[in-house]
């Protein structure tokens, strides 16, 4: 089977879990995930499962990349805050869907690779940095809408902070004694309001830097 072929399975796969929004199916069908898949696993590229990508990192699944995008209720007048770039795909999906894209990564070396990605597919609306995503973009806040791309052990202030009013903001949890959740946060007058979504397993969400890494800002 071709791998347009099997993308095409893929879609039709995330329309029977209950991807709905055509923009974020039509983001899935136009960025390749072959471009950010290590050569190994070239052929599993429109699996729906978790890759590794290097430096103890993961591709997450297309049905999770999906959903988690979805819940972010995608606005192309907004600018969003990803906090892992890791190989760069969620954030080329991101892409398409709002004005601009502000995307951390606390591996330099990971970020490098995620640029060129970036630039081979001539995408000129994300800006990156190298650090804690902890302790998101402050220069750029407030955020309308901020997605964390690793499991905190809880909701993570600093975010918050950096989140707008009304602003939406989609983390995986990794609270004690549970299992991973993804959640979705909406800031409102009255505080945060939390509905869960599904459960997960992704990597940890780590604080500071690896050493011998600086921070950068392009």
Partial sequence: MTLEARKIRLIMELRRGGIVDTAVLAAIE???RETFVPAPFQDQSYENR???IGCGQTLSQPGVVALMTQALRPNRLIKV???GTGSGYQASILSRLFRRVYTIERYRELLKTAESR???LR???????V???NLGWSEQAPFQRIIVTAAATDI???LVDQLGEDGVMVVPLARPNREQEVVRL???PSGLQEEHLTTVRFVPLVRGLPRASAIKSA
């Fill in 30 to 32: 136009r960025i390749p």
């Fill in 50 to 52: 978790t890759l590794p």
């Fill in 81 to 83: 805050l990803e906090v």
């Fill in 118 to 120: 970036f630039d081979q």
């Fill in 123 to 129: 995408i000129s609306n994300i800006t990156t940095r």
């Fill in 131 to 133: 650090g804690d995503g």
């Fill in 156 to 158: 993570p202030g600093k």
């Fill in 186 to 188: 909406i800031r409102g």
